[in-house]
């Protein structure tokens, strides 16, 4: 596709367990990619038994931006959990965990899809409010909201100069951060997020994974990436990092 799809994306709690968090349920402070195309695939009504939707996905067909909106800030709920699916039954064994959930999380999230259809069919959805399955923020009764943005044309850019960065970027796109800026009184709240899943094949199995550099804030970072994706909405300039 030509174009971008921007949508906002936002609920009352979200969780994404980090996979190496064992006694207790971490959560990844932004939607993993591999979620997004469970929601996508939800919210357009992909098949999901056997993980057919997957196929639709395959590496290097669909590239995502993420944007923070609102400050990120987070809740520990004490949570009882059964080890087996199904009815409760009287002698069930339940295990207290201490579950880590991400409050009223709000993100913008872009979208190119090789899929004419695929793109079409979710960008139709997303903006009358449409879906076909329920679409959540990590786990089946965090329910998700969101609103269409728009279309947008984008340009390209490999110029490797310094630029004010939206979105959170894969440490691989990265070449160098203006730590005058990011390290001043007012600049930035630098988190790197590592073991994050990019890509999964319709086993589940994770085929490709990174760090991930993003602003607790949400405060653009001015960096030097390798591929720079600039998207103009409502008369302002905004560089993404599409991975």
């Known amino acids: 596709m030509d174009q971008i799809l921007v949508f906002d994306l936002w609920g009352q709690y979200g ?100 899929d004419v259809y695929i793109f079409n069919d979710l960008s139709h959805c997303i903006k009358n409010k449409e879906a076909i399955f329920t679409p959540t923020l990590g ?20 110029s490797q100069q310094l630029l004010p960065i939206q979105t959170v970027f894969p440490r691989r796109q990265l070449i160098q951060i203006d730590h005058n800026q990011a ?16 890509e999964m094949d319709t086993d589940r199995n994770v085929t490709d994974r990174d760090d991930i550099i993003l602003d607790q804030k949400g405060k653009s970072i001015m960096a030097k990436v390798k591929q720079a994706t600039r998207i103009q909405i409502d008369n302002q300039t905004l560089y993404a990092v599409l991975f």
Request: with cysteine; net charge positive; glycine share 6%.
């Open 15 to 114: 969780h994404y367990k980090k996979i190496f968090a064992t006694t207790s349920a971490l959560t990844y402070p932004i939607p993993v990619k591999t979620s997004l195309y469970g929601l996508f695939g939800a919210i357009i009504g992909l098949e999901k038994q056997g993980n057919a939707y997957l196929k639709y996905f395959e590496q290097g067909r669909c590239q995502v931006g993420i944007q923070i909106l609102k400050p990120l800030s987070f809740q520990q709920i004490n949570i009882n959990l059964r080890a087996v699916f199904g009815s409760m039954k009287p002698n069930d064994n339940r295990k207290p965990t201490m579950m880590e959930f991400i409050y009223r999380p709000r993100y913008r999230i872009f979208v190119k899809h090789e």
């Open 139 to 158: 786990l089946a009764n965090l329910l998700a909201n969101y609103q269409w943005i728009g279309e947008f044309d984008y340009h390209v850019d490999e």
């Open 183 to 198: 390290f001043s009184a007012q600049g930035n709240h630098i988190m790197e997020v590592s073991q994050y899943a990019l």
